[in-house]
């Protein structure tokens, strides 16, 4: 049976990926790097991924990942061996970001319009992207890639409910 620490350590060890995922809601308004990642192009007549996927959040998303590992390597050191914060902070944002990304580029073929979701892939895209991305400097055992995927599975919706309720967010989900 997992123990509770098992999950808190989860959650503390992939919160900077968490916080690369939402960081591109706070940066809405800003127009520095503004452009969408695709440059506007397409792929079978569809967007490769949208307006909503920018270099801005991309960048930020990334940078701020960067900044919560510093931050909890003065907090509370991480669980788990870790290169430095640096590298760390960008395998997890940059893994989040890439992985809604992806999730983005198959919304664009099945017609699902930017801000409309599809159910589970909405909820974690991000977090696998952030697991495969940390995989390549550290050996996750199954139990961490479940116990991931499920707690921020189900900390995701609630996050953007309060997002919503907030003003922040446009959609609930």
Known sequence: MLEISFFSMIF???LPAGVANMAPVFVKKVQFLNSPIDFNLTFG???IFGDNKTWR???VGIMLAIVAVILQNVIY???FPTPNAIVWGFLLGGGALIGDLIKSFFKRRLNIAPGHILPVADQIDW???ALVFTSFVHGWSWQVWVCAIVVFGVLHPLV???GYWMNIKENKF
Request: aromatic share 12%; net charge positive.
């Open 12 to 14: 503390w060890t992939f």
């Open 45 to 47: 007549g569809k967007r």
């Open 57 to 59: 959040g991309l960048i």
């Open 77 to 79: 050191p991480p669980a």
């Open 127 to 129: 977090i696998i992207g």
């Open 160 to 162: 953007n409910l309060a």
